[in-house]
């Protein structure tokens, strides 16, 4: 259903060098790389995740209560995205843990890349009964 996402960046230089490390730990990569528009994907075809400065010159900014949600294979690789975002320069918007009841298996953390904007990276595994 999704394409693609697409965020605002005010440094394309550094937005494009936080998530091609941050996304090297799901194998995504660089499938669009032009100047002013960069998005990666884990295969070809499949949905993107998009920077680029706003289309009207103005100021990228932040979405109050826009976030944008990365699937993880299991809770480790949530913890290594959200490691990896925080070493990059991110912050913290929750560290990862089990949202809700244990036994839903929603698994989360949360963090702002270096524009503000808010993601998470979660698993959702919920126990089988």
């Given at each position: 259903?999704?394409g693609?996402?697409?965020?605002?960046?005010?440094?394309?230089?550094k937005?494009?060098?936080?998530?091609?490390?941050?996304?090297?730990?799901?194998?995504?990569?660089?499938?669009w790389d032009?100047?002013s528009f960069k998005?990666?994907?884990?295969?070809?075809?499949?949905?993107m995740?998009a920077?680029t400065?706003p289309y009207?010159?103005?100021?990228?900014?932040v979405?109050n209560g826009?976030?944008i949600a990365l699937?993880?294979?299991d809770?480790?690789t949530?913890?290594k995205?959200y490691?990896?975002?925080i070493e990059?320069?991110?912050?913290?918007?929750?560290?990862?843990?089990?949202?809700?009841?244990?036994?839903?298996g929603?698994f989360a953390?949360?963090?702002?890349?270096?524009d503000?904007n808010?993601?998470?990276?979660?698993n959702?595994s919920?126990k089988?009964t």
């Amino acid at each position: 259903m999704i394409g693609y996402t697409t965020i605002g960046t005010n440094n394309m230089e550094k937005a494009a060098a936080f998530y091609d490390e941050l996304f090297s730990i799901i194998g995504a990569k660089r499938s669009w790389d032009w100047e002013s528009f960069k998005a990666w994907a884990v295969t070809p075809g499949a949905p993107m995740f998009a920077v680029t400065p706003p289309y009207n010159k103005e100021p990228a900014t932040v979405g109050n209560g826009v976030m944008i949600a990365l699937a993880a294979p299991d809770r480790e690789t949530v913890k290594k995205l959200y490691d990896k975002a925080i070493e990059l320069g991110g912050s913290s918007e929750g560290e990862p843990g089990y949202r809700g009841p244990e036994d839903m298996g929603f698994f989360a953390g949360y963090f702002r890349d270096l524009d503000g904007n808010k993601l998470n990276a979660f698993n959702y595994s919920p126990k089988k009964t």
